[in-house]
């Protein structure tokens, strides 16, 4: 916290500017006044007084020029996904024009300056890291904020100027990936005001490649609303009342223009409209924008740029990324947890590498999985190459234990081609006892949509990324000779590596338009109404009105002092 001898120090020019600004109020320098000033600010919070700290105590909203600006401003933040009304553009300007009567008071012009830029870094603070405490939509959340630091004398520069959009892109995430999702929220919210798009009818049989449907004219403008189909200049004209025998068959370039859509949304790309592509045209253009709106809140949390190499797990894309600082140099699809055995958002680092690891099957997946094959035939432990330990580590004979009523025991596969794990496991501290590993069952890397582990990360190709590894972290291994040796062996790397693990359900994909992926574990809702709930009285900031028979009473006004940290 300031001194209070720092703070009477920048405080000085607000003193000032109250005997001067609007209608002359008298304050004598280094008066009671100015300690009420100073005891103010140290009831502020922290980025406040930085703020001002870098000014050196000047005032901020002294014109009428600068207040209609940044409320101005202030309406654009909606291109963020953000709700205007949070930041009270309108009663920033009314409460303006109040503190133009005769009757105001020196305090009200302070607490009308504090209560602006208090506002402002709200709105700065929430382009930066978010509104919604992560947290409260996912229970397994476990990445630290890594948010930068406000660059507070950037942002008084830029005010002092009046741009404000300059000052909110010093907030804002930078990455590409945050800039393509307001321009995709921008497209459809055009769409929008447009009036949306028809809803496709439900059909029990599919609409196939050459097939001659009514629905066809109606799925080519619907296709035309889209953009990066290509479709527009070719399709937008088309009426579906214009049902020519040519206009009614869904040809080549529609079939296309599907398979582009199904990737788009995570379908099969067979072209096929079946019901899965039918639900996926006829989820609404609202529900887009505020799926959009989510996940822009959600690159907020982590989009602020990693120094180093790291891997990045997109947990609903089913993707792995690896990236060294001039991009991505690797990509690899992924299994991950089930609905009821979800994969948690979480950052941390990898320590070292499993070569032919064992695996100790999890309470949960003995419980669940395990113990009921085993009640049906104990031939399932041969099978897997189980073996069954006490607690204590030493084996024991499955044929001695009443399966109904085992007590503490354990069970481990042995390494091998069927080990759950497969032939390596990439580990990193994580309070989940999730990891990366390999897999016998490469078929499920075939599907396009792949939620089917207890909560690992299932990678393909995995060896490919361990050689990255050390190569890049100056490990001396060869992975597949390792391997080959069919040895447990745990390789530490001489370095750790970043990996981040997080759940995006839209997400620019390689073209630039934006993938909308099922939100399988069901977080969106949660996290649309955590960003449309008001912020409300909660000590950001707070207007009173004033009346003149308050002022002219003598009686002083009420001043609400904000607690420390609010």
């Known amino acids: 916290m300031l001194g209070r001898h720092a ?308 947990i609903a894309g089913y993707r792995i990324s690896y990236f060294r600082p001039n991009g991505e140099i690797w990509r690899s699809r992924i299994v991950v947890g089930q609905p009821y055995r979800s994969t948690p958002s979480l950052r941390s680092e990898i320590t070292h590498l499993t070569v032919n690891p064992t695996w100790t099957v999890p309470p949960t997946i003995y419980r669940e999985d395990s113990l009921p094959k085993i009640r049906d035939d104990i031939g399932y432990l041969y099978r897997q190459n189980m073996s069954v330990l006490d607690l204590r580590g030493q084996r024991l004979d499955p044929q001695q234990i009443d399966w109904w009523n085992p007590g503490s025991i354990m069970l481990r596969q042995g390494p091998g081609p069927m080990n759950a794990l497969g032939q390596l496991v990439l580990r990193f501290p994580n309070n989940h006892l999730v990891y990366l590993h390999d897999t016998p069952a490469q078929a499920l890397f075939g599907r396009q949509q792949r939620a089917f582990s207890s909560g690992c990360i299932r990678v393909q190709g995995i060896t490919e990324l361990a050689q990255l590894l050390f190569d890049d972290t100056d490990t001396a291994a060869d992975v597949k000779a390792l391997i080959a040796t069919g040895d447990t062996r745990n390789i530490k790397l001489r370095r750790t590596m970043p990996v981040i693990l997080h759940y995006w359900t839209v997400h620019p994909g390689e073209d630039g338009e934006l993938v909308f992926r099922p939100d399988i574990y069901q977080q969106d809702a949660r996290l649309q109404k955590a960003l449309d709930q008001p912020l409300g009285s909660q000590g950001w900031f707070e207007f009173n009105h004033l009346t003149p028979g308050e002022s002219e009473s003598g009686l002083p006004v009420d001043v609400l002092v904000p607690m420390a940290g609010q």
Not at 182 to 210: C, K, M, T
Request: aromatic share 10%; no cysteine.
């Open 7 to 314: 703070i009477s120090r920048f405080l000085l020019p607000l003193v000032l500017w109250l005997g001067v600004a609007g209608h002359s109020v008298a304050v004598q320098e280094n008066s009671e006044s100015d300690q009420d000033f100073a005891a103010y600010l140290s009831f502020e919070t922290e980025d406040l007084r930085a703020f001002y700290a870098a000014r050196d105590g000047r005032f901020v909203w002294q014109h009428s020029e600068s207040v209609a600006a940044f409320a101005a401003a202030l309406n654009t933040l909606q291109s963020d996904g953000l709700n205007v009304t949070d930041y009270q553009p309108g009663a920033i300007m009314a409460r303006y024009r109040q503190l133009q009567a005769p009757y105001t008071t020196a305090n009200d012009r302070l607490r009308f300056e504090l209560s602006v830029s208090r506002i402002l870094l709200t709105a700065l603070t929430h382009l930066q890291r978010g509104k919604v405490d992560p947290y409260q939509i996912d229970p397994q959340w476990e990445i630290p904020v890594m948010a930068r630091a406000l660059d507070y004398q950037g942002i008084s520069e830029a005010v002092d100027a009046q741009r404000f959009e300059q000052a909110f892109s010093l907030a804002r995430p930078y990455p590409a990936p945050y800039q393509r999702l307001r321009a995709g929220l921008a497209y459809y919210r055009n769409i929008q005001l447009e009036g949306g798009w028809q809803q496709l009818p439900q059909r029990p049989q599919s609409l196939r490649p050459g097939d001659v449907d009514a629905d066809v004219p109606l799925l080519r403008q619907r296709l035309a609303m889209i953009g990066g189909l290509g479709l527009q200049n070719a399709m937008s004209a088309v009426q579906p009342e214009e049902q020519t025998a040519t206009l009614l068959e869904y040809d080549e370039a529609m079939v296309g223009a599907v398979r582009l859509f199904q990737r788009h949304h995570l379908l099969e790309a067979d072209g096929i409209v079946g019901q899965q592509t039918r639900n996926a045209f006829n989820v609404s253009v609202d529900e887009r924008i505020n799926q959009i709106r989510a996940n822009l809140e959600r690159a907020r949390w982590l989009l602020h740029g990693e120094a180093s190499a790291f891997i990045l797990v997109d």
